[in-house]
């Protein structure tokens, strides 16, 4: 039988940042929280990655405990840390040295291997006009939409 796929996205990152550059990462679990995922159970609102003694670590995210989980379950918000090549961090780290520039996670899914991965991405933040000009492209393509297809 086949598993659903899993695909949990951020809808705020792609508003609130310019994408610059994504990498897929693999995240640090524990038995409990990847039975959660794998019901569809997390959540990436307002979830940010920082580096802490050049690791890289999300915070925020929020993976609810898990129903049977009895006194093994985990802390919906605790900190995760992320792997990555030490070349993708290397590079990520450079990134964040400029202003303006922060790693937001966009995507969390379940690979073919049944292993939870993390799309992170190095993003600028957006200005707020830069958000409303979005807003009208968004509406323009609706709008161009419906016409052809009627």
Same mark, same amino acid.
């Given at each position: ?20 550059? &994504? ?6 679990? &524990?038995? &409990? ?22 690791? /890289? ?26 792997? /990555?090549?030490?070349?993708? /961090? ?61």
């Amino acid at each position: 039988m086949k598993q659903p796929s899993i695909n949990i996205r951020n809808k705020r990152a792609t508003f609130d940042y310019e994408l610059v550059d &994504t990498y897929t990462a693999g995240i640090v679990l &524990t038995g &409990t929280e990847i039975k959660s995922i794998r019901a569809g159970k997390a959540s990436l609102v307002d979830t940010f990655c920082i580096f802490i003694k050049n690791e /890289l670590w999300v915070k925020n995210m929020h993976i609810t405990e898990y129903f049977y989980g009895s006194y093994n379950n985990h802390t919906a918000r605790r900190d995760r840390k992320l792997l /990555l090549s030490k070349k993708e /961090l290397e590079k990520l780290q450079r990134g964040m040295k400029d202003p303006g520039f922060t790693i937001v996670p966009t995507r969390l899914f379940i690979n073919e291997k049944g292993l939870a991965k993390l799309v992170i991405a190095l993003a600028k933040g957006k200005k707020q006009y830069d958000k409303r000009e979005a807003l009208k492209e968004k509406d323009d393509r609706r709008d161009m939409a419906r016409l052809f297809k009627r």
